[in-house]
């Protein structure tokens, strides 16, 4: 990173400091035989043009290595690289048993060298398929703490990738729902999933227009799409006590970051004057590698047996 500033740095200076010669240079002069042009390095040393250089090579030699490092051309070597980001042995599993190039589909690979950035660290967007860079994917399953048993509703459900992960982690027979504004992806995620054992999946097609008077309320809610200040506070009244949200939420300043929300209740010493429903509170954690908080989710559920989805009441 050091040597990229200072090489921009040097950049800076050579065009600041002899802008007239370089018109010169660039454009009659020469050509008209006025004197030989300048050099590339302007009037700088040549000791300073050669570091210079040198630096130059390292940064673009650098940029090359990691670009690198990000590609891979198959589902094994994505996982082999992306273990090394995995701090949870049962999310490492889940990557290991969920092929992403499956989800993306021969149809939405075009073009040359799309299998290589379908299993790449990096986002892909190919046909009607855009999914977000898998180390991304990492963070938020390790933020999400699922285990079977638990409700989750997967907001922007895309290709079916993400619930695939999740439901690995899940367990089949989890309440487990997940909604796409986007028809033909909906359909498209449908087949997938199904066609990996996991047609219990419900896929709406629909946006984040839900009616929170006659949905349930989740232990879990991925939000795989930016989120607006509303939306986001959609999500928390959609969580249960205890519940954790996780998403790219705006924030106060109107930005949006990937953070991690816990739903808590306030608790009252004393009645408030007139009945009122619990007032709802969020903590907000801004980093999704760890968390501090010691709230808990409901006790998982029996899963021995599959049992009908509650209602989701998408708009």
Sequence with gaps: MNHDDEAQDGEEEVHTDNEDEAEVSDGDGEEEGDGPGVPPFGTMDPAEGALFLQ?????????????????????????????????????????????????????????????????????????????????????????????????????????????????????????????????PLADHSRRKLSGVGLASVSVHHGSLQIDCVQSMRFDRIWVGAGATADERALCVTLLREGGIAVGPFENARGAQALEKLVRIETVFDEPPAAPTAPEAAVETHTSTHTSTDTHTAPEAADETAPAPAPPLAVV
Excluded at 77 to 102: C, H, M, P, T
Aim: proline share 3%; hydrophobic share 40%.
């Design 55 to 183: 630096l130059l090579l390292q940064s673009l030699g650098q940029s090359a290595r990691d670009e690198r490092d990000e590609r891979a051309s198959s589902h094994d070597e994505l996982v082999g690289r992306l273990s090394k980001q995995i701090s949870e042995e049962a999310v490492g599993a889940a990557f290991d048993a969920i092929d992403r190039g499956y989800f993306v589909g021969e149809e939405n690979m075009l073009g040359e060298g799309a299998k290589e950035m379908v299993y790449s660290d990096r986002p892909y967007r190919g046909g009607i398929v855009h999914l977000s860079a898998p180390s991304i994917y990492v963070q938020a399953l390790e933020a999400l703490e699922l285990r079977p048993g638990l409700s989750f509703l997967n907001i922007g459900s895309g290709t079916g990738y993400f619930s695939a992960l999740a439901a690995h982690l899940l367990g089949p027979h989890a309440c487990h729902h997940a909604v796409e504004v986007k028809g």
